[in-house]
């Protein structure tokens, strides 16, 4: 049986774009982050997602590198910002997520000195609404190695048939900054 699939751009923002999945008669939302380095920039994309909530009707997931730490045991060998996390936590409370969890490697970044790992976080991760749980039952994240995860990408591209997509730049964005789609 043919399935009938969509995707549009739902949201832009310059740390985060969000798509419309469609499959059949059911559409999703997913946002791919990469949220700013900076803690002040970060904060900016916490009130933009809390603010996408009040529209966001469908189950939604929010996928990517969001820069900041829940939890003390998501660091190792660095600090870790209590008011940060409470206001990460607050964001994913307010946009009613529940971190995914994930299997492999806990730690998603690590900065080495003279070949020693000297500080390790857990950055990236999944989050998800309770109605989107609820459509993907089965669902997991695993965390890869990032020689296995390029080529798991590289893979993905060429046997799903889908091209990158460049897309121009929107008000919300930096100026000099692109944003990449995979497209069918």
Known sequence: MARNYTVQVADVHFQAVTVSIGVDNRAWLCSVVYASPTPSLREALWSHLTNFRQHALSPWLAVGDFNEIALPTEVLGG?????????FLAMVEACEFMDLG???????????????????????????????RHNFPEAYVENLARFILITALYWFVATQRWRITQVAPSASMQRGQRILLLGL
């Open 79 to 87: 600090d870790f910002s209590e008011a940060r996390a409470a206001r």
């Open 102 to 132: 994930a299997i492999g490697p806990t730690f998603t970044w690590e900065r080495r000195l003279n070949g020693r790992r000297t500080i390790a976080k857990r950055l990236d991760r999944a989050l998800g609404d309770i109605s989107w």
